[in-house]
């Protein structure tokens, strides 16, 4: 990625992307001087989760290239500054360090793990720069660790696209009794904040709706063998067996349960939903679960020219979890950086500090239709989109069975 050190310079904006790389393709805006940039994006973009990592990646690529080609902010060229986390806390930090370091970027877009985001939160918001993330879902990030019985915004710098694993985990359950007629839950997750949070509000509501849930159990990221586990879901007379955790373990346990002769369906969430899943775990896939954030992308018909853009590109990973949820995350940046302008006689504030603040202040106010439904944040910085998919593997693909909103009573 080549760094740009140009001053920000007033005048009106116009916009362009790269991902990891400098892409003068689109020139855009008018023949003058403009104004550079830049929107950081952070995600497990090798390795562990680099499938829906990628999606997010280019989710933010594609939106930062419309806007360049389309000049919806004349005069302003975006660059996108893409950061490899490797799905690790520590990682994560250092790159929100560098993004915030970088004196031309307004705002970041990510990450993909909840437990990763925990250790951003606090240098973005040092920084009063905008972090809006596409896909962590744990309800601690925005409404506090008590969130349950006393909900505290934690960072007014921090939003995101994706709903919360409190109406996530609860969806889940309620297709689980009422859908499939499950009645007996093996709950197991992977100790992650994202994993442990959506295991046990799965739990709690299924429950409550009449469900038994036998057994809870827990694995460790990056497990492969798990006979011990297979043998205690075979021996407790579940009929579904819930996991919180991601597709690396997921895909394995599942392909394990039914080579045991265990035929009961594995029912996860978003971190789940990967055609990595399927891939990794073949055939023993058919008929498991997973629920999904929004409705199924191409549904949307704002959508499908991303999706198209997508695959003309031949970019990697897997847009259908959080690419455009990722592509409305960079809209709203753009957005609020236009309304600084806009409020500024068309010029962008030449002071840095003073344009983050105003970035964080119009995000705060986004309200417009994006790819994925309207785009707008409640008090708490969360989505004011609720709705969620539950999607079954059906002939080794992803098919969505269930669209609503979850009823927490």
Not at 44 to 56: F, H
Not at 133 to 138: E, R, V
Not at 287 to 311: C, H, M, N
Not at 327 to 352: E, H, S
Request: proline share 2%.
């Amino acid at each position: 990625m080549v760094i740009l050190t140009s001053v920000l310079t007033t005048g009106a904006l116009t916009l362009t992307a790269c991902g990891s790389r400098d892409d003068s393709g689109d020139k855009g805006g008018d023949n003058g001087s403009s104004t550079t940039l830049t929107i950081g994006v952070d995600a497990p973009l090798s390795g562990e989760n680099s499938t829906t990592g990628l999606g997010i990646q280019y989710g933010a690529q594609i939106a930062v290239d419309d806007a360049n080609k389309n000049n919806w902010v004349p005069g302003v060229k975006f660059k996108l500054k893409a950061l490899d986390d490797k799905a690790q806390p520590a990682t994560g930090q250092s790159n929100a360090t560098n993004i915030v370091g970088d004196k031309t970027a307004v705002g970041a877009v990510g990450p993909l793990n909840s437990g990763v985001a925990q250790t951003m939160q606090q240098v973005f918001a040092s920084a009063n720069m905008v972090q809006i993330s596409p896909a962590n879902t744990a309800p601690e990030l925005t409404q506090g660790k008590n969130w349950q019985t006393d909900k505290k915004r934690q960072f007014k710098t921090y939003f995101r696209t994706a709903t919360t694993d409190e109406l996530q985990g609860s969806f889940a359950a309620g297709y689980a009794y009422n859908g499939l007629k499950k009645k007996k839950a093996f709950v197991v997750d992977d100790k992650q904040t994202y994993g442990a949070g959506l295991a046990k509000i799965f739990n709690e509501q299924f429950k409550k709706l009449g469900g038994q849930v036998v057994a809870t159990d827990h694995v460790n990221t990056g497990d492969k063998d798990f006979g011990s586990l297979v043998t205690k879901i075979k021996n407790s007379g579940a009929d579904l067996l819930y996991y919180g955790g991601q597709y690396d373990e997921s895909a394995l346990i599942t392909k394990q349960l039914k080579d045991a002769g265990v035929k009961i369906p594995l029912f996860g969430g978003d971190g789940m939903f990967a055609s990595t899943y399927i891939e990794a775990a073949g055939k023993s896939s058919e008929g498991d679960l997973a629920t999904a954030i929004g409705v199924p992308a191409d549904t949307l018909p704002a959508a499908k020219q991303f999706i198209q853009t997508y695959k003309d590109k031949g970019y990697k990973g897997d847009y259908g979890a959080y690419g455009a949820y990722a592509y409305d995350a960079t809209t709203a940046i753009i957005k609020a950086v236009k309304a600084a302008a806009d409020a500024n006689g068309g010029k962008v504030p030449t002071d840095i500090n003073d344009l983050r603040s105003k970035v964080v202040d119009g995000v705060q106010k986004s309200d417009f239709e994006g790819l994925t439904g309207k785009i707008a944040f409640d008090q708490y910085g969360d989505t004011t989109n609720k709705q969620l998919t539950v999607y079954q593997v059906e002939k080794g693909a992803w098919k969505d069975v269930e669209t609503g909103t979850a009823d927490l009573k």
